[in-house]
T-cell receptor
Framework: EPEVTQTPSHQVTQMGQEVILRCVPI?????FYWYRQILGQKVEFLVS????????KSEIFDDQFSVERPDGSNFTLKIRSTKLEDSAMYFCASSEDRGSGWGSTDTQYFGPGTRLTVL | DAKTTQPPSMDCAEGRAANLPCNHSTISGNEYVYWYRQIHSQGPQYIIHGLKNNETNEMASLIITEDRKSSTLILPHATLRDTAVYYC?????????????FGKGTHLIIQP
């Protein structure tokens, strides 16, 4: 069964450093998402991406974050200058494009996550 | 998306059916009810979704009341591996890029 994969599983970095988290979405999916979960807290939506541009983003997704689809298979989340409070699990998800309008829905499938630890 | 309300925790004996309730009294006619679960710190796992009719798949059944103000996720024969946090989420139909809004969910504990 196709699945979303993420690398690395655990990333440790120093405060102020740049990190890139990588995701390989399910191959025929066209919508891509990033979520984060700070330890003990809820899963929070960061951003969605479609047709090579950001579709929607939350208040959390500020200028220090960026997303990119550098090739036909990868989807990345970059954090430019990490802060202690960026320590969290980061989940990538993807969904098909079943079209818009009444009755359509696009189930999101999640990857296993990357644990980011900022020291 | 409509707000959903779930009990914070539930217990169920192994082998019995686990029935997880969810209230979504403000749900609109074009919002689906989705269920996900999260085992420890793993990625959320899709379980099932529905709009009006009851749905069943290999993992679970979803019962939606006629007025659509509440639903119940049923795990027919719970095992220890079903211990997880279960999330009920309302999602607008046709909003392909909409982010999911996760609440605190229900922590289901399967007792041996």
């Amino acid at each position: 069964e196709p699945e979303v994969t993420q690398t690395p599983s655990h990333q440790v970095t120093q405060m102020g450093q740049e990190v890139i988290l990588r995701c390989v979405p399910i191959s025929n999916h066209l919508y891509f998402y990033w979520y984060r979960q700070i330890l003990g807290q809820k899963v929070e939506f960061l951003v969605s991406f479609y047709n090579n541009e950001i579709s929607e983003k939350s208040e959390i997704f500020d200028d220090q974050f960026s997303v990119e689809r550098p090739d036909g298979s990868n989807f990345t989340l970059k954090i430019r200058s990490t802060k202690l409070e960026d320590s969290a699990m980061y989940f990538c998800a993807s969904s098909e494009d079943r079209g818009s309008g009444w009755g359509s829905t696009d189930t999101q499938y999640f990857g296993p996550g990357t644990r980011l630890t900022v020291l | 998306d409509a707000k959903t309300t779930q009990p914070p925790s539930m217990d169920c004996a192994e082998g019995r059916a686990a029935n997880l309730p969810c209230n979504h009294s403000t749900i609109s006619g074009n919002e689906y009810v989705y269920w996900y679960r999260q085992i420890h710190s793993q990625g959320p796992q899709y379980i099932i979704h529905g709009l009006k009719n009851n749905e069943t798949n290999e993992m679970a059944s979803l019962i939606i009341t006629e007025d659509r103000k509440s639903s119940t996720l049923i795990l027919p024969h719970a095992t220890l591996r079903d211990t997880a946090v279960y999330y009920c989420i309302a999602l607008y139909s046709g909003g392909g890029a909409d982010g999911l809004t996760f609440g605190k969910g229900t922590h289901l504990i399967i007792q041996p």
